[in-house]
């Protein structure tokens, strides 16, 4: 693990299904009808008082209850203590969750937060904005997005909130969460990147992010995150501590995407080739740039290690290729290139243009499917 501190992230890379209970209850996402052209509204008071107005009361408090785990004290003695996985030492003794993370809704009964704020736990409550309390159920997950959908049982719940279909780099935002155990909060900021592909929380996940200023803290994971028309535009992930305004908020393309699937009891299928890539080595991008290919310092994948068994190599890719196009879009960077198959299903053919030698070509390869750890 490295230095950098995530909200409790967790990076398993499995996909969940939900249970048959939740269709009951479930229709379909509130997608946006709005373009990226529609202004801001005038309000007296202020953006973020005017969204939370409209929306506060779609967004609850998740508390967890520990896994209770028998452990060894220093002098070998079994004991009996509450604690989350892998938080005790030999010898320490676990302090109770207080807290753990927030939700909001999207259908009728069921909800959206991150998998890794209801993961391993022995239950969970969500609680209102007035107070009431429900037993949670985590209906289903993806951990490579790390979202995922709780379903609550009560009357007069509150509405489902819209989800945005565009957002903008630069594009002010608002925040809503339970930041620490506190009670709900409101932060405000600005979209300072889009389509972010930062190693520090992304790891190996093929996952669209937005990097945004609002002050984030501990608890906020799994809250919405508001565009000016009170549209969620992201859920709320992971800070960088070591930064100053550094947040990260999954990206409402990726809810429209997946949310829909684990809610209606299916896996979240992802396309995938079992290749090695790496940047364009210099030598290589010495070759791109007499042949004239493409911009040769931001087009280009290196294809260093290939499975022999897998489609790309049946199919006609070999190591030391450059990927320079998958179906006309212009790949740019590995991360990139997942997250373009990963929005293509297992099965589908698609065209790769490659740079073999001093020689360009078009090859067709069809998908293999990304299988979970």
């Known amino acids: 693990m490295n230095r950098f501190y995530f909200i409790a992230l967790v990076t398993a890379l499995t996909f969940g299904t939900i249970s048959p209970q939740a269709l009951a209850g479930f229709s379909s996402l509130v ?17 973020a008082a005017w969204v939370s107005s409209r929306n506060s009361r779609s967004v609850a ?13 220093s002098n070998g003695d079994s004991l009996g203590r509450e604690t989350r996985p892998g938080s005790l030492v030999k010898g320490q003794e676990a302090k109770r969750s207080q807290f753990a993370g927030t939700a909001f809704f999207f259908s009728e009964n069921l909800l ?27 209906e289903g997950y993806d951990a490579d997005s790390d979202l995922a959908v709780i379903r ?12 945005a279909n565009t957002v903008v780099l630069g594009e002010p935002v608002v925040g809503i969460g339970y930041p620490l155990g506190l009670q709900q909060s409101i932060t405000q900021g600005i979209v300072s990147g889009v ?46 501590p070591s930064g100053q305004g550094i947040a990260w908020s999954i990206s409402a393309e990726e809810i429209r995407h997946i949310i829909p699937a684990i809610a209606q009891g299916k896996k ?14 210099r030598d290589r991008r010495e070759v791109l740039r007499k042949l004239d290919v493409k911009p040769a310092q931001n087009v280009g994948v290196y294809v260093f290690s ?31 290139f997942l997250r373009l198959l990963a929005r293509r299903s297992p099965g589908e053919i698609v065209t790769l243009s490659i740079l073999r030698g001093s020689t360009t070509m078009d090859i067709e390869i069809i998908l293999d499917q990304r299988l979970s750890n």
Request: hydrophobic share 35%.
């Open 61 to 73: 408090r998740v508390t967890t209850r520990p896994v209770k785990l028998a452990r060894l004290s």
């Open 195 to 240: 389509n972010v592909e930062s190693s520090f929380v992304l790891e190996d996940r093929s996952v669209r992010l937005l990097q945004i200023d609002a002050p984030i803290n501990p608890g906020n994971s799994g809250g919405p995150l508001f565009n000016c028309l009170g549209e969620v535009v992201g859920v709320n992930m992971a800070i960088h």
């Open 306 to 336: 290939i499975d022999s068994e897998g489609h790309a190599a049946q199919q006609g890719l070999n190591t030391g290729d450059i990927i320079l196009s998958i179906a006309g879009t212009d790949v740019k960077s590995p991360r990139q």
């Open 268 to 281: 979240v299928s992802r396309g995938y080739l079992d290749v090695g890539l790496s940047k364009v080595p």
């Open 31 to 47: 997608l946006s009808d709005q373009s990226g052209d529609v202004p801001c509204p005038s309000t007296p008071r202020g953006m």
């Open 112 to 138: 959206v937060t991150n998998y890794h704020v209801v993961k391993d736990t022995a239950g969970f409550s969500v609680v209102l904005e007035d107070g009431r309390e429900f037993e949670g159920v985590l």
């Open 152 to 163: 609550v049982e009560g009357k007069d719940l509150p509405p489902g909130l819209v989800i």
